[in-house]
């Protein structure tokens, strides 16, 4: 069965502190992972695509890292801006007209 | 590009009401889709339209859920009769093509169900 798991649940950092999201996949077959930015009260918001392990992306102070089992969402210098939910999908070879949605890492940042 | 647009934007109802959720999507997209989402199972796929036609309703939780798209700029959501476990934000989502699945959500409707 496909699943997505992220961590951690929730992150507080303070301006300027680069950290990590974590997004650990199964799936039968990896047709593409995406990540998106989800603000209160509104829709996800998509980032980025991956496609095949080894691959990155970048905007702004985020980049997005794939490898086989997971993909990491890296954020350098983060400002207060930056807090949302950062929402994991996976869409798999079978299945392949839905994405499947971890729950997300809710990012915090103080001034 | 007004983006995918949902109504109403809340909705309060008594059980065993009717419930009706609308999105207009992107014009230009063929692909359709409506999401549920609640705190404890995060986003999940209730049904996806292709074309105006739906392609796959496995999410739909119970016979009480139906959606149509009777054109390429509308579709719904219904839910009779209501029951508070239906409580959640919808969102409706649309793409340009399936293969890539860069959705592009609305901004929700929060129903609650008393």
């Known amino acids: 069965e496909d699943q997505v798991t992220q961590s951690p649940e929730a992150l507080r950092l303070q301006e300027g502190e680069s950290s990590s999201l974590n997004c650990s996949y199964t799936v039968s077959g990896l047709r593409g992972l995406f990540w998106y930015r989800q603000d209160p009260g509104k829709g996800p918001e998509f980032l980025f695509t991956?496609?095949?392990a080894g691959e990155e992306k970048e905007k702004e102070r985020l980049k997005a890292t794939l490898t086989k089992k997971e993909s990491f969402l890296h954020i350098t210098a983060p400002k207060p801006e930056d807090s949302a939910t950062y929402l994991c999908?996976?869409?798999?070879?079978?299945?392949?007209?839905?994405?499947?949605f971890g729950t997300g890492t809710r990012l915090t940042v103080i001034p | 590009d007004a983006g995918v647009i949902q109504s109403p934007r809340h909705e309060v109802t008594e059980m065993g009401q009717e419930v009706t959720l609308r999105c207009k999507p992107i014009?230009?997209?063929?692909?359709l889709f409506w999401y549920r989402q609640t705190m404890m199972r995060g986003l999940e796929l209730l049904i996806y339209?292709?074309?105006?036609?739906?392609?796959?309703d496995s999410g739909m939780p119970e016979d009480r859920f139906s959606a149509k798209m009777p054109n390429a700029s509308f579709s719904t959501l219904k839910i009779q009769p209501s029951e508070p476990r239906d409580s959640a934000v919808y969102f409706c989502a649309s793409c340009r093509d399936r293969g890539r699945m860069k959705l592009f959500f609305g901004s929700g409707t929060q129903l609650s169900v008393l």
């Open positions: 991956l496609y095949s």
């Open positions: 999908a996976v869409q798999a070879e079978t299945g392949a007209n839905n994405l499947f």
């Open positions: 014009s230009g997209h063929n692909s």
């Open positions: 339209f292709n074309n105006n036609v739906p392609i796959d």
